[in-house]
Nanobody, 121 residues
């Protein structure tokens, strides 16, 4: 059993900052890529940022220069620091991890339950 638990969402004014965290736990052998996706009402889920186990990062054009993804491999945790937030960043943010589980040895894709981020004055 693997769980991804997100925290850190909330309501923030335009121009403000939030930091999201996502901790993976359970029968994990190793974690490869981790990332954050978001889904706004009426829109498809989109990649926000991703990071490999070696620390290489990838960002959506809309968040480059404002968001920073990082991870702590010892804690199986990924973070998303979001600065200069805009109303269009409002969405449910989901954590994602590609990981190998101990029990089966298989690599699979896991998702968190999502955390709401609302940017509004």
């Amino acid at each position: 059993q693997v769980q991804l638990v997100e925290s850190g969402g909330g309501l923030v004014q335009p121009g403000g900052s939030l930091r999201l965290s996502c901790a993976a736990s359970g029968s994990i052998f190793s974690i490869y890529a981790m990332g954050w996706y978001r889904q706004a009402p009426g829109k498809q889920r989109e990649l926000v940022a991703a990071i490999t186990s070696g620390g290489s990062t990838n960002y959506a054009d809309s968040v480059k220069g404002r968001f920073t993804i990082s991870r702590d491999n010892a804690k199986n945790t990924v973070y998303l620091q979001m600065n200069s937030l805009k109303p269009e960043d409002t969405a449910v943010y989901y954590c994602n991890a590609d990981l190998r589980v101990v029990t089966t040895g298989l690599v699979d894709d896991y998702w968190g339950q999502g955390t709401q981020v609302t940017v509004s004055s």
